[in-house]
Nanobody, 124 residues
């Protein structure tokens, strides 16, 4: 059974910082891309940042220069360092793992997985 568990959300004032973490657990062999998405009330889920297994990154224009995504392949964990937070960053943030391969017995399975989401609120 594969699980993605996020942590690090909360309430922060404008201009503040938060660090999100997402750890994938299970008999995982490898994970291709890992990323963070967010969904604000009344809006569609959008990509925030994504990182490949080799470390190539891409960001939404709205967070470029303020957010930094990183990952630790030995821990199957992805991080999102968020600085200079703005009220418009308020949303539920979801972790995503693409091309996650895990073993169950002698069989290998590959799929995409999501975390349960963590709330980030930026408000004074």
């Amino acid at each position: 059974q594969v699980q993605l568990v996020e942590s690090g959300g909360g309430l922060v004032q404008p201009g503040g910082s938060l660090r999100l973490s997402c750890a994938a657990s299970g008999s995982i062999f490898s994970i291709d891309g890992m990323g963070w998405y967010r969904q604000a009330p009344g809006k569609q889920r959008e990509l925030v940042a994504r990182i490949t297994r080799r470390g190539s990154t891409n960001y939404a224009d709205s967070v470029e220069g303020r957010f930094t995504i990183s990952r630790d392949n030995t821990k199957n964990t992805v991080y999102l360092q968020m600085n200079s937070l703005k009220p418009e960053d308020t949303a539920v943030y979801y972790c995503n793992a693409e091309g996650l391969t895990y073993y169950r017995g002698t069989s290998a399975y590959t799929g995409d997985y999501w975390g349960q989401g963590t709330q980030v609120t930026v408000s004074s």
